[in-house]
């Protein structure tokens, strides 16, 4: 279950992120604007009820507010998962946030998970928000991690990945939706993504 949200301001967008001349600044802004604009599709099939409370238009008519039927939960992988939530809470500002801190291990790419807090609600709808899907080992752990805790409807949003990445993830978790901003072409031989942005969490924090 791949998405990849197809958009020509997305296009735009991600070549100025692409850009190594692109300084943290705007680099976040763009991703949050990405992120916003992927909100549309990642979260078309939510439903909704009329709640009990009443607005009133200006024109005198009286209607139910509506509101979301499912709980949303953003989960960002530290750290560069951070640089996708405000975009998401920006469209939905019920949103909770929870934590998964995981890095790669620069030298063997694999995962290690060192903090895990997600908001306690029912049912929800968990959507792990990371720019980057490489090998897809830090969003495999992720999801594990998640599963572990007795969620069970995730979805995963990166911005960019590429094909490899993409096939771990839906070996080890067929259930869950992956949406892209872009398919990449492939991992360098030190797992970088290729063309891709460089290191998203460097380029947001600013730490190289
Ligand atoms: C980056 C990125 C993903 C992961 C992707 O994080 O944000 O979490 O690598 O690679 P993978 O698919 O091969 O696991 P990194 O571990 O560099 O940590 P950071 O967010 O703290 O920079
Ligand atoms: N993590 C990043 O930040 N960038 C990549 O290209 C791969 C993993």
Redesign the pocket.
Known sequence: MLTIVKHPLIDVKLSIMRDENTKSKEFRENLDEIGSLMTFEVFKDVETFDSDVKIKTPTGAVLPKKKLSQKIILAP?????IGMVDGVRNMIPTARIGHIG???DEET?E?HEYYFKLPVVDNPLVVIV??????????IAAINAVKKRGYKNIRLMCLVGVPE?VKAVEEAHPDVHIYLAALDDHLNDV?YILPGLG????RIFGTK
């Open positions: 992988i530290l750290r560069a998962g995981m890095f790669r790419l995962p990371d720019p980057m899907l490489a090998t897809g080992g830090s969003a990445g797992g290191d998203a969490g460097d």
